[in-house]
């Protein structure tokens, strides 16, 4: 689902940019190889690194020079195969084509946070930002951009625009925070709990239940399903184009 949604996103940019057939095979089968990369990772370094590799008790490895630097593995693959055991980076046996897989994922990555970062200036007068079109803006924002499924105008946005900076609430389409990731835990004897993350690693969950009680558990004993809310939203990110990013900004900034 993830993968398709992620290919015909990428798609629609080679039609847009009018490449050619075999560039877009390109793009789908390295697509494809980040998709295998992006399993590898979330099992194997997810709970250090982050799910998304932004780092958790483990570096940010978006941000990381190494990683910018390598290429088809040739630094991060000594890395994972030799660890840095003293500074709690433990050494993986992979193979040559899920290390590749691996860095495939996140150069990918890496080149997601560029592009966003790019589209967002960062010092700059409210006209300057706003070059888009607010009548598209809620067009997008009501139909085609899906934001309603989660947002409304009315209710969580009503008068966004008044609560943030023009250039925060800019930045907050792109990277929005502070939303907590719903746990469900079924224990051994079938009984299931629910409620907000409160913390989890790999060897611990617990939640915060909606009574206000917050439970434990050693993830060994345990079966754990975790929900981020924002998954969603940054899946749709890699969606947009440029003019839907401007035209959603210039929508938002009238919710005063
Ligand atoms: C148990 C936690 C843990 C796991 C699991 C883990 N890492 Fe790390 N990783 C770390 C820590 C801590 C560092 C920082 C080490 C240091 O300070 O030099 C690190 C460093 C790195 C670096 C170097 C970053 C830099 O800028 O120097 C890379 C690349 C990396 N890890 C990739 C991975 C990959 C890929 C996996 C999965 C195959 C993985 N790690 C699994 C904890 C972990
Ligand atoms: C599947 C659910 C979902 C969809 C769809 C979605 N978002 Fe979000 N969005 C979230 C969540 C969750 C947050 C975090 C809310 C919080 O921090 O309280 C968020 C936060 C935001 C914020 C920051 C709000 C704040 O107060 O910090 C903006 C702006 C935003 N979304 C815009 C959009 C736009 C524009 C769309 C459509 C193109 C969209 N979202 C689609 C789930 C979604």
Same mark, same amino acid.
């Given at each position: 689902?993830?993968?398709?949604?992620?290919?015909?996103?990428?798609?629609?940019?080679?039609?847009?940019?009018?490449?050619?057939?075999?560039?877009?095979?390109?793009?789908?089968?390295? !697509?494809?190889?980040?998709?295998?990369?992006?399993?590898?990772?979330?099992?194997?370094?997810?709970?250090?690194?982050?799910?998304? !590799?932004?780092?958790?008790?483990?570096?940010?490895?978006? =941000?990381?020079?190494? &990683?910018?630097?390598?290429?088809?593995?040739?630094?991060?693959?000594?890395?994972?195969?030799?660890?840095?055991?003293?500074?709690?980076?433990?050494?993986?046996?992979?193979?040559?084509?899920?290390?590749?897989?691996?860095?495939?994922?996140?150069?990918?990555?890496?080149?997601?946070?560029?592009?966003?970062?790019? =589209?967002?200036?960062?010092?700059?007068?409210? *006209?300057?930002?706003?070059?888009?079109?607010?009548?598209?803006? %809620? @067009?997008?924002?009501?139909?085609?951009?899906?934001?309603?499924?989660?947002?409304?105008?009315?209710?969580?946005?009503?008068?966004?625009?008044? %609560?943030?900076?023009?250039? $925060?609430?800019?930045?907050?389409?792109?990277?929005?925070?502070?939303?907590?990731?719903? &746990?469900?835990?079924? $224990? !051994?004897?079938?009984?299931?709990?629910?409620?907000?993350?409160?913390?989890?690693?790999?060897?611990?969950?617990?939640?915060?239940?909606?009574?206000?009680?917050?439970?434990?558990?050693?993830?060994?004993?345990?079966? &754990?399903?975790?929900?981020?809310?924002?998954?969603?939203? *940054?899946?749709?990110?890699?969606?947009?184009?440029?003019?839907?990013?401007?035209?959603?900004? @210039?929508?938002? *900034?009238?919710?005063?």
């Amino acid at each position: 689902m993830l993968r398709r949604a992620l290919c015909l996103g990428l798609l629609s940019v080679c039609i847009a940019l009018g490449q050619d057939p075999d560039a877009i095979r390109e793009t789908q089968a390295n !697509a494809s190889g980040a998709d295998a990369g992006k399993r590898q990772f979330q099992q194997t370094c997810g709970f250090c690194h982050g799910p998304d !590799a932004r780092g958790a008790s483990g570096p940010d490895l978006i =941000r990381s020079p190494l &990683v910018s630097r390598d290429q088809n593995g040739n630094l991060i693959g000594p890395v994972i195969r030799n660890g840095r055991p003293e500074k709690g980076m433990p050494a993986f046996q992979l193979s040559d084509a899920e290390i590749r897989n691996i860095a495939d994922f996140l150069h990918a990555e890496a080149k997601v946070a560029a592009s966003v970062a790019q =589209r967002i200036p960062s010092e700059y007068p409210l *006209e300057k930002l706003l070059v888009g079109n607010a009548g598209d803006g %809620k @067009a997008f924002f009501d139909g085609a951009g899906h934001c309603t499924a989660c947002h409304s105008a009315a209710g969580d946005f009503a008068h966004i625009a008044s %609560k943030y900076k023009p250039f $925060d609430l800019q930045t907050r389409i792109a990277f929005p925070s502070g939303a907590k990731s719903n &746990v469900t835990v079924t $224990d !051994a004897s079938g009984k299931m709990f629910e409620g907000e993350e409160t913390y989890a690693d790999e060897f611990f969950v617990s939640l915060r239940d909606k009574n206000g009680h917050v439970f434990s558990w050693s993830r060994q004993s345990v079966k &754990v399903q975790i929900r981020d809310p924002l998954r969603e939203h *940054e899946r749709l990110l890699k969606t947009y184009t440029d003019k839907n990013v401007h035209d959603l900004f @210039a929508y938002l *900034e009238t919710l005063k």
